[in-house]
């Protein structure tokens, strides 16, 4: 079923007569399967179909007495990847990153003794797209099963272009493109695999806690990274609020201010700091149900002042600092246009992780 109202004609028609012509093969089951587990923020606005476009968002899904498997979807801009894992009941597994340009990813010759499991994670963050997924389609004698129990531990990362992978893949010298971009291997979703823990991601390349990235002339920007917490897709603006209550992290993690200082003029330190408090008041205030303990991370790419008025707001906030300053030290820390590598989150989430552990009691 195609509803993606953004894309193109001809690429519209052309995903659903791949959609139609895969549906045809055998047992399909749509997005809204209660037996598909969802990660991350997903809109459902389109019933029978999931969307999403923050980092990270993912799907697991278990099945059994089906010799292939295909996962059908639409794809805003042909930019977005996404990274599936397929697990098999006698301990096989199997890891693919694919881009999604081609609508439709099959994996054939399955053992129908056995049951799987797959993953799906978007690679990508906001700014490359809407990531539509449609459905799976089994052999006929396929059928969905329990998938696995959410885990005991939950995570939430917030944060920009860092915590998004923004150039994760690549090596110096290179310039960011959609294809360097795996939220899997950006420390946040490092950290959460360390932890046993499901996660969720909320960031955007080039956004700050006030002011934007880059050259913005101002000491504020009009659409910072709180704009769009609050979103189920970051890049729909109305008709989108978050239901805070259908998924509380016990640990959050901020990582936030590389943008507001990166370029002058920088932000005085009273309008950086009291807009940090009252973002994490927000927050607060949005899981009030249970709220989580806070973290809040500076680096590896800004160092002071900035890093100083991040302590500052933990401290004002009883939040606990992760100072990720100065830990890009050898070239092969870095991926693109100065942005931590698979090298450099891996330096991240070994310092983060053993923290957030301590202190959650994990």
């Keep these: 079923r195609s509803v993606f109202l953004g894309m193109p004609m001809m690429q519209h028609l052309c995903a659903l007569l791949v959609s139609l012509f895969a549906y045809s093969w055998g047992a399909f089951v749509p997005a809204s399967n209660l037996n598909i587990r969802y990660l991350g923020r997903w809109s459902f606005t389109h019933p029978d179909v999931a969307q999403a476009d923050w980092s990270g968002t993912a799907l697991v899904a278990s099945f059994s007495n089906s010799n292939f498997i295909s996962a059908v979807f639409e794809n805003e801009n042909n930019l977005n990847g996404v990274d599936i894992i397929l697990k098999d009941s006698s301990g096989g597994q199997s890891f693919r990153d694919w881009n999604v340009s081609s609508l439709v990813w099959t994996q054939t010759n399955l053992d129908t003794s056995l049951t799987y ?53 690549g090596h110096v010298p290179c310039d960011f493109t959609p294809s360097t971009q795996d939220e899997y291997y950006a420390w946040g979703y490092l950290v959460a695999r360390a932890l046993n823990a499901d996660v969720h991601v909320e960031a955007w390349s080039g956004k700050g806690v006030i002011r934007n990235c880059c050259n913005w002339p101002n000491y504020t920007s009009p659409d910072p990274l709180p704009t769009y917490f609050g979103r189920t897709l970051a890049s729909i603006d109305t008709n989108n609020t978050w239901d805070f209550s259908s998924w ?115």
């Design 117 to 169: 499991t797959i993953n799906i994670i978007k690679r990508n963050e906001p700014l490359v797209g809407l990531l539509q997924f449609n459905g799976f389609n089994l052999s006929s004698s396929g059928v969905m099963v329990a998938p696995p129990a959410p885990l005991k531990n939950t995570i939430e990362f917030v944060g920009d272009s860092i915590t998004c992978g923004f150039g994760d893949l």
């Design 248 to 362: 509380i992290p016990k640990a959050l993690i901020i990582n936030l201010g590389t943008n507001d200082y990166s370029t002058p003029p920088q932000p005085p330190e009273d309008l950086f700091v009291n807009a940090y408090v009252s973002f994490i008041k927000s927050i607060l205030l949005a899981y009030q149900k249970s709220p989580p303990k806070v973290f809040l991370a500076c680096g590896p790419m800004i160092g002071d002042p900035c890093c100083e008025y991040v302590q500052s707001v933990a401290k004002i906030t009883g939040s606990t600092y992760i100072n990720l300053k100065g830990i890009l030290t050898y070239p092969q820390d870095y991926g693109c246009d100065g942005h931590p590598g698979m090298t450099g989150h891996q330096k991240m989430a070994a310092i983060a992780g053993p923290i957030i552990a301590t202190t959650m009691g994990w």
